[in-house]
C-alpha cells in the first residue's frame, strides 16, 4: 500500500515524461488488485515545453508548429518620401547704376553737321564697296592737342571676291601720317592702318578729312607693286570720305 501512494504522487508531478521516473514505475510494485501494466498505462504522457528548464531527450520532443512570418503592413494614402535636394547656389552679377553724369561722359558724341558734311563724297566718286571702321569719324582724343602724337587705328576689309588696292589721303600730310597709306587687300582679308595726328599748334576744326580709294586689281596686275597701280590717271572703283575729329577726353568737341 505504501509502494501505491507513492505511485500516485509520482503520478501528480509535470515531469512525467522523464524516462527515470517512467522506469520506476514500471518496476514498482502495483496496489492489491491492480496490474502493475495499469499502473503504467495510466500514467499520462505530458510533453514538456521546448523553452522548458529540463529538456526531454531528442527522441521525446514536442513538434514544434512552423509559424509562418505576419505579412508586411502596408499604409496607404501617404506619398512615398523623396529626398528634398538642397537649392544649388547661382551666382547673379551685380548691376551697379552707373549715374547720368558719367554716362555722358562715356557715350559717344553725336557728329556735328560740320563734320556730316566733311563724309560727303564729292559729285562723280563711286560709292565704296569695302568695309572700313571707323566709318563716320576719326577722332583723337586729349585735353591737349598741342606737342603731342595721337594715333588712332583704322581697319579696311575687302568684302569682294577680287584682289583691290587701297589708298588713304588726307587733307594735310603735316600733321597728319598714315602707315602704310597704300597697299593690297585680298577677298576677305582685313588691313589695320594707324593714323598719327602730330602738330604744334591748334588745328583748323571742322576741315580735315581722310579719304579711302580702292581699285579692283586685274589679274595681270597682282604682281606689280601697289604703288605702280596709283597714278595721276587712275580712277578709283570706290571712294570714303571719313571726318578727323578733335576731340577732349570726355568726348567732347574742342572749340
Known amino acids: 500500500m505504501e509502494e501505491f501512494q507513492r505511485v500516485r504522487k509520482a503520478r501528480s508531478m509535470l515531469a512525467l515524461d522523464d524516462p527515470v521516473l517512467r522506469n520506476l514505475l514500471q518496476n514498482a510494485p502495483s496496489a492489491p488488485g491492480v496490474p502493475r501494466t495499469a499502473v503504467v498505462q495510466a500514467v499520462p504522457t505530458i510533453r514538456t515545453p521546448v523553452n522548458a528548464v529540463h529538456m526531454a531527450p531528442p527522441d521525446s520532443l514536442a513538434t514544434v508548429p512552423t509559424i509562418a512570418p505576419a505579412p508586411p503592413t502596408i499604409i496607404t494614402g501617404y506619398p512615398a518620401a523623396v529626398p528634398t535636394l538642397a537649392p544649388i547656389p547661382v551666382a547673379v552679377p551685380t548691376i551697379y547704376e552707373v549715374p547720368s553724369s558719367a554716362a555722358r561722359l562715356t557715350s559717344p558724341s ?122 595721276a590717271f587712275s580712277r578709283p572703283d570706290g571712294v570714303k570720305r571719313i571726318a578727323a575729329s578733335f576731340e577732349r577726353e570726355d568726348g567732347t568737341q574742342h572749340a
Open 110 to 231: 553725336p557728329l556735328p553737321p560740320a563734320l556730316q558734311i566733311l563724309n560727303e563724297n564729292k559729285p562723280g566718286e563711286p560709292p565704296f564697296q569695302l568695309s572700313v571702321t571707323p566709318d563716320t569719324k576719326v577722332a583723337f582724343r586729349s585735353n591737349n592737342l598741342c606737342g603731342q602724337p595721337l594715333t588712332v587705328a583704322m581697319k579696311i576689309m575687302n568684302t569682294t571676291s577680287h584682289l583691290q588696292t587701297f589708298k588713304v589721303k588726307t587733307t594735310s600730310t603735316d600733321i597728319f601720317r598714315v602707315f602704310p597709306p597704300i597697299g593690297f587687300i585680298r577677298p576677305g582679308e582685313t588691313v589695320t592702318l594707324s593714323i598719327t595726328f602730330y602738330s604744334l599748334t591748334r588745328p583748323e576744326f571742322n576741315k580735315h578729312f581722310f579719304a579711302v580709294h580702292h581699285i579692283r586689281v586685274n589679274p595681270g596686275d597682282a604682281s606689280k607693286p601697289a604703288r605702280q597701280l596709283w597714278t
